[in-house]
């Protein structure tokens, strides 16, 4: 399924759901990049950036995805979460990104 879609990326929503589905992506082609989000955006929390950058480990120690053929993204839009409160998620997600970019 995923190797004939007509795409560069593929999203899922992943934090929500604790991650049940990654042994679903094994397989996943290598000429399409998977982006997952790391910030359950249905969770009124705003996670810390070392919570972001333990999903994220989870994700790779899998060895589904390369890091490079990962996308950090949240599950889906902010747009129903004050301002203030997505730019912290934001900036946790970048954070434990980052976090995780220099441990590689």
């Known amino acids: ?11 899922f929503e992943s934090a929500h759901r604790g991650f049940r589905e990654m042994e679903s992506y094994r397989g996943f082609p290598r000429n399409k990049v998977l982006g997952l989000g790391f910030i359950d955006v249905k969770e009124p929390n705003v996670e810390k950036p070392e919570e972001v950058a333990k999903r994220i480990r989870r994700v790779l120690d899998t060895g589904i995805v390369s890091p490079e053929r990962l996308l950090v993204m949240p599950d889906c839009g902010l747009g129903y979460m004050s301002r203030t409160v997505a730019a912290a998620r934001l900036s946790a997600m970048g954070a ?6 220099e441990g590689l």
């Not at 399924?1 to 999203?11: K, P």
């Not at 434990?96 to 970019?101: C, D, L, Y």
């Open 1 to 11: 399924m995923f190797e004939t879609a007509n795409v560069t990326a593929i999203h």
């Open 96 to 101: 434990g990104a980052k976090m995780v970019r």
